[in-house]
């Protein structure tokens, strides 16, 4: 079992900046790969990032270039450093992590952005 728990969410105005946390315990096995999805309203859950312990990524199209990920190992935490904010990046932020890039994966509570002037 993993817990993960999530902050820096919040308000922003477009062209802004947030970054999220994300900071796990319980299972390390189980943190090999962490990353973010997000859930707009009426939408599907989608991948924004992921990282691997190895130091792989992974981005979504729409967020390349504006989007970074990162994980400290040693407190096995997960940032989501977002820049140059949209208003179509409003959404809940839910952190994962898993045993591997397709394995069962653990969810956080998530935390609402919304990107709006």
């Known amino acids: 079992q993993v817990q993960l728990v999530e902050s820096g969410g919040g308000l922003v105005q477009p062209g802004g900046s947030l970054r999220l946390s994300c900071a796990a315990s319980?299972?390390?096995?189980?943190?090999?790969?962490m990353g973010w999805y997000r859930q707009a309203p009426g939408k599907e859950r989608d991948l924004v990032a992921s990282?691997?312990?190895?130091?792989?990524?992974n981005y979504a199209e729409s967020v390349k270039g504006r989007f970074t990920i990162s994980r400290d190992y040693a407190k096995i935490t997960v940032y989501l450093q977002m820049n140059s904010l949209k208003p179509e990046d409003t959404a809940v932020y839910y952190c994962?992590?898993?045993?591997?890039?397709?394995?069962?994966?653990?969810w956080g509570q998530g935390t609402q952005v919304t990107v709006s002037s």
């Open positions: 319980g299972s390390i096995f189980s943190t090999i790969v």
């Open positions: 994962y992590s898993s045993g591997s890039w397709s394995g069962n994966r653990f």
């Open positions: 990282i691997a312990t190895t130091g792989v990524t």
